[in-house]
């Protein structure tokens, strides 16, 4: 007998679990850079474009093949087609690569959530990041020097989600939630008012709204619009599957989709007030313009963002603490949904209980982030392997479902169906051109655009030898694993794909 | 901040904050339902 699914206890718990995993790092640290570096307010338009055609019906589709199929992402494309399981493979060993670095740096947040009560990095953040908190080696290469202040925290940190993770669905990860997702928006909510308070808040307001309208004939800003999109909603890795495989039978899949959908963008456009309401003050409180200060990613967070904490004039702690505490909350939640796909992968696969596979799973991820990441050369490992298991794992893996289930199994109707099935909010014709035309056109074309960029120069210049390793190596690895545990054997019989329900059942049949 | 900068800010909110407003009270309007009971329930004596 198949052990019986955990299912959340509410709908409201699975939409902010939801909500937390699209919520991450991304939202705080890129969304405000790419928006005011690609047409300010009038990236507006190929933004919500990007939302409504790609982001909202990629979110249908998965939580659909997770509702359906009632799996882990190897489980869910074994019973959508026997072949199609090395996708779901892929995917989870994906999560596996993003859960071991992710990890990291909500270590790092948390780390400067510390530093924030005595404003630690002093006059120099950026000597102190690199230099004495991080340790960065002088070049790229295998791993030569442990830096204990990094390994300490992520221990911590790992400790936690796991501890999160024993809990199960609805005494860990909908409880952890709960809590963590209104309070992230509570101190990110003080944050942003404090931000939009300071001198020369308008000056960054401006750069980041004020419209370029010439952008909208521009291809690139449409393509950094689906990018963005695509890459803050947590589509394409598997992890929208994993939590739809426990929502009830009866769950409304299209109205949680839109909600969650929104509610990352809304939190997206709140961290570009903030973020560019504190440039603004710094720009204007140092003289120099915006797009000198104005910038994305680690240097942000941990590099411009404690210069101007550090000249704030009234509570910079405070500011300080707010806005780490957010990136650790924003990070944490993701994290967790991260992990959970390779926990159920091992649950499903193995038939074992949740301790075990937690035990399994995040024992050896946390292993693996611990040997490897708290060491001088862990940023750039970070820093690569990031990028290529983005491109060429997230986008390309999703670019391949879109394609395997729209084209060569021809399901999106079946798929369609079934959502219509159960929610208020009915599908039509206009998800199908979504998902089967204006999808993989978009991720094809991103897909080429990066190769090109790739091909033409060394991403950030690393060596060929470094890059072929941690950058091109790990993604292609995490094809192979795909590939490879696909072809192994499912032990017993109730692993075998079986109808999920009489409803599914005659729904086969049609 | 400029008046075309103030516009920009006022329909972003309005349209992605309105967004998440309407499909919220779009979905409390229409209560979860029950599950389907897997199977037939035995027959009453």
């Avoid at chain 1, 992230?184 to 401006?206: H, Y």
């Avoid at chain 1, 120099?288 to 509570?315: K, M, Q, R, Y």
């Amino acid at each position: 007998m198949e052990q019986q699914r955990e299912q959340w206890g509410t709908r409201l718990g699975f939409i902010l679990a939801a909500a937390g995993s699209a919520i991450g790092l991304g939202n705080i640290w890129r969304f405000p850079y790419v928006a005011y570096d690609n047409g300010g307010g009038a990236f507006l338009i190929p933004y919500l474009v990007a939302l409504l055609t790609a982001g909202i019906p990629l979110l249908i589709l998965e939580y659909t093949l997770g509702h359906r199929f009632r799996g882990s992402p190897p489980l869910t494309f074994r019973r959508l087609a026997r072949p199609a399981e090395a996708i779901g493979w892929w995917q989870v060993a994906i999560c596996f690569v993003i859960a071991v670095y992710y990890a990291v740096i909500v270590a790092w947040a948390v780390m400067y959530t510390g530093f924030s009560f005595t404003l630690a990095w002093g006059d120099d953040p950026d000597t102190f990041l690199f230099q004495e908190f991080l340790q960065v080696a002088d070049e790229p290469g295998m791993i030569s020097s442990y830096v204990a202040g990094v390994a300490w925290p992520l221990v911590g940190v790992w400790l936690v989600v796991l501890a999160i993770l024993v809990f199960g669905i609805r005494g860990g990860i909908e409880r952890a939630n709960k809590i963590l997702i209104p309070l992230l928006v509570l101190i990110f909510g003080v944050l942003v008012v404090r931000a939009i308070t300071l001198d020369g808040a308008g000056v960054g307001l401006d750069a980041l709204f004020t419209p370029d309208w010439s952008a909208i004939t521009d291809g690139a800003v449409w393509v950094a619009a689906y990018g963005q999109i695509f890459f803050s909603l947590s589509v394409g890795f598997g992890i929208m599957i994993t939590y739809a495989s426990y929502l009830r039978r009866r769950a409304d899949l299209t109205g949680t989709a839109l909600v969650v959908g929104f509610a990352n963008s809304s939190f997206e456009l709140l961290a570009g007030i903030g973020v560019f309401a504190t440039i603004g003050f710094m720009a204007s409180a140092s003289g120099i313009a915006v797009d000198e200060v104005a910038t994305s990613g680690i240097g942000l967070a941990f590099v411009a963002f404690p210069t101007i904490i550090s000249s704030l004039p009234a509570t910079p702690e405070l500011f300080g603490v707010l806005f780490f505490a957010s990136l650790s909350v924003a990070g944490m939640t993701s994290l967790i949904s991260i992990v959970q796909v390779v926990v159920a992968t091992v649950q499903d696969r193995l038939g074992t209980r949740r301790l075990p596979a937690v035990l399994i799973v995040g024992g050896g991820a946390a292993i693996a982030s611990i040997v490897l990441f708290p060491t001088g050369e862990g940023l750039y490992i970070l820093d690569a392997a990031d990028h290529f298991i983005n491109q060429y794992g997230i986008a390309l893996a999703a670019l391949v479902i879109v394609i395997t289930v729209a084209w060569l199994l021809r399901r999106l109707p079946m798929l369609q169906s079934h959502a219509n099935e159960t929610s208020a909010v009915r599908i039509g014709r206009w998800w199908l051109i979504a998902l089967g035309v204006i999808t993989p056109l978009v991720l094809g074309w991103m897909m080429w655009d990066s190769l090109q960029t790739e091909l033409a120069a060394n991403y950030e210049g690393y060596a060929t030898s470094f890059l072929l390793v941690a950058g091109w190596g790990v993604a292609l690895a995490a094809l192979v694993f795909g590939l490879v545990m696909s072809r192994l054997p499912w032990r017993g019989t109730e692993m075998e794909p079986v109808p999920v329900s009489r409803e599914a059942t005659e729904e086969g049949r049609r | 901040m400029s008046g075309e900068a103030v516009v920009m800010l006022i329909i972003a909110i309005v349209l992605v904050w309105g967004g998440l407003a309407t499909s919220i009270v779009a979905l409390t309007r229409h209560p979860e339902l029950p599950d389907h009971p897997e199977a037939p329930p035995p027959p009453q004596h």
